[in-house]
C-alpha cells in the first residue's frame, strides 16, 4: 500500500526531517493597537494535543476580557461621526483616548491571564514528549502510573490526573497553570507512596517484572493515599479556587 520495500526505504531515507519548538512570547500586546493569539504567542510541541485548544482559550479568554470593558453597545467610546466619516478619513484617524486606554487595559489584562497558561502547557508538552521517549519502559514510572489510575479511580473527588485536568478540565478554574503546579505536588505524593513498591520492583531480575506491576500497584495504601491527598493536594486546590467535579470525559 506503501509502494513497497523499495519505495519504503527511499521514504524513511530521503523525506526531510521536519522541526517541532516552543514558542515564549513575553509580549503579547502593542499600547492597545495589537494583539497576539494562538501559535503567535505560544506555538507549542503537539505531544499533548493541546495546540488548537489553547489558541481556543485564547478566543474565549479576550472577547470575555473585551466584553468587561466595552461601553454599552459593545463599542469602548461613543461615536463622534458616522463610520463612513472615520473610513473616510482613515489616513487622519487618531482614537479616542479613552477608548486607547481600554483596549490597551483589555489587551494587558489577557496578556497577564493567558501568558502563563501559555507557558504551563508548553512545558507539558514537552514534559510529555520525554515521558513517551525515556519512560514507558520505566519500571518506577509505569507503577506510579498504575497508583495514580488506582488513586484517580477510588478518590476521583479529590485527585485527577494531570492528563485529566488537561484534557478534560477548563471549567472550575481548572487552567493549564492550576494543572501544572497541582500535578507537581500529586507526582510528590505518588513517589512517595510506592518507595517501598518501587524498590521491590527494582529488584526482580528476570522479565517477571512486568507481571508484578498491578499487584504492587494494589499493595499501596488507599487510607494513606487519602491522608496525604487531604494533607498536600486539597489545601492547593483550595488555594488555586479549582473545582475538580468539572473535570469530566464527556
Same mark, same amino acid.
Given at each position: 500500500m506503501i509502494g513497497g520495500v523499495e519505495r519504503a526505504i527511499e521514504q524513511m531515507i530521503q523525506n526531510p526531517n521536519g522541526l517541532l519548538g516552543t514558542v515564549r512570547t513575553t509580549n503579547w500586546s502593542a499600547k492597545g493597537r495589537a494583539v497576539l493569539l494562538g501559535d503567535a504567542a505560544h506555538a507549542i510541541v503537539p505531544f499533548f494535543g493541546q495546540g488548537m485548544n489553547c489558541g481556543f482559550e485564547?478566543?474565549?479568554e479576550i472577547v470575555k476580557i473585551i466584553d468587561k470593558y466595552a461601553c454599552s453597545g459593545? &463599542?469602548? &467610546? #461613543? +461615536?463622534? @461621526? @458616522?463610520?463612513e466619516s472615520a473610513l473616510a478619513g482613515a489616513a487622519d484617524f487618531v482614537? *479616542?483616548?479613552a477608548a486607547a486606554d481600554k483596549w490597551a487595559s483589555a489587551f494587558d489584562e489577557y496578556s497577564e491571564a493567558r501568558t502563563t497558561?501559555?507557558?504551563a502547557i508548553a512545558d507539558m508538552a514537552l514534559e510529555n514528549f520525554e515521558e513517551m521517549r525515556d519512560r514507558v519502559g520505566d519500571r518506577s514510572f509505569l507503577l506510579q502510573k498504575r497508583v495514580e489510575n488506582r488513586i484517580e479511580n477510588c478518590l476521583g473527588d479529590k485527585f485527577r490526573s494531570r492528563y485529566a485536568m488537561v484534557c478534560y478540565g477548563g471549567a472550575g478554574n481548572v487552567t493549564y497553570r492550576n494543572a501544572f503546579r497541582l500535578g507537581e505536588v500529586q507526582t510528590e505524593v505518588l513517589k512517595e507512596l510506592i518507595v517501598n513498591q518501587a524498590a521491590e520492583l527494582e529488584a526482580i #531480575? *528476570? *522479565?517477571s517484572w512486568g507481571e508484578q506491576i498491578q499487584r504492587l500497584a494494589d499493595s499501596v495504601s488507599m487510607e494513606e493515599a487519602e491522608r496525604l491527598i487531604d494533607e498536600r493536594v486539597? +489545601?492547593?486546590q483550595r488555594e488555586l479556587g479549582i473545582d475538580l467535579s468539572t473535570v469530566c470525559h464527556h
Open positions: 485564547d478566543v474565549h459593545g &463599542s469602548f &467610546s #461613543e +461615536p463622534q @461621526s @458616522s463610520l482614537m *479616542d483616548p497558561n501559555g507557558n #531480575e *528476570d *522479565d486539597v +489545601p492547593l
